[in-house]
């Protein structure tokens, strides 16, 4: 009888000693040993703490770079930084174009955190968010007629809205979707010219903001999104076929 019977079992694989660097030193930061801010200690003192070489260190610190939970402070030092908005969905706003995410699958998600974000904004939303909210609205007023810049102040009041919450898990969640969302909207702005219906639908949702009223907050908001839907179709655009932001 054979001594090795084979049972189809892969050779053990040892993960790159920049990847075990890399990952030490992210679960440090993400459990908080090493808080935002703070400066890690010198190259040269990291290689000797894991006992690799200068050159994998740097590449296990290029690693965290990229994913911005690292910068430079100075040319020698390196600080632990909380990742931006826009570092954090660049790599989900890249998976979901390759993953051909649709009008449909952004619009659903959106009615579940448009509405959400107007109704915690009515219980957060300070005095400054107030104020520029209504900025926000005289300057959409003053843009009905000028396409781009009705788009940017539409982006800017739902970011407005939901920044207004302090919500980070809301803004993390809504932030790929809008960079794919929103701009695919402009061919809806541009043959429907749907200025005046977007107008009222934000004085209505800003109206309920200033007035706590998180209910009807939330119905305005939800009325807005089911108008982002009839636009899309009326303007024959594929509600079922993948967004292209760049259109």
């Known amino acids: 009888m054979s001594e090795n019977p084979g049972f189809g079992f892969a050779p053990f694989k040892r993960a790159p000693a920049y990847q ?3 990952d030490k030193i992210r679960e440090a930061i993400l459990d908080g040993r090493i808080p935002a801010g703070k400066l890690l200690p010198t190259e040269t003192a990291l290689a000797a703490q894991f006992g690799v070489t200068r050159s994998t260190l740097r590449e296990a610190i290029r690693l965290l770079e990229q994913s911005g939970l690292l910068g430079r402070a100075g040319r020698k030092r390196l ?13 989900v706003n890249a998976a979901m174009q390759m993953h051909r995410v649709t009008f449909k699958d952004l619009w659903e998600v959106s009615m579940g955190l448009e509405p959400l974000a107007a109704r915690l904004a009515c219980a ?8 520029r909210l209504a900025a926000n609205l005289e300057r959409t007023a003053a843009a009905l007629d000028d ?12 970011d407005l809205v939901a920044q ?8 993390l969640a809504r932030q790929p979707l809008n960079q794919l969302f929103y701009p695919a909207f402009r061919p809806v702005i541009e043959r429907l010219k749907p200025g005046r219906r977007i107008l009222e639908s934000h004085r209505r949702i800003h109206e309920a903001i ?7 907050a939330a119905q305005w908001a939800e009325k807005h999104m089911l108008d982002f839907r009839r ?3 009326m303007a024959k655009l594929d509600f079922e076929g993948a967004v292209n932001p760049n259109t």
């Open 20 to 22: 075990v660097v890399s």
């Open 79 to 91: 600080e632990v930084r909380l990742p931006s908005l826009e570092s954090a969905s660049r790599s």
């Open 124 to 131: 957060t939303a300070g005095t400054d968010f107030k104020h």
């Open 147 to 158: 396409d781009e810049e009705l788009l940017e102040a539409e982006i800017e009041f739902h």
């Open 164 to 171: 207004s919450t302090g919500n980070h898990a809301l803004l």
């Open 210 to 216: 200033l007035a706590n009223d998180p209910d009807t």
């Open 231 to 233: 636009g899309i179709l």
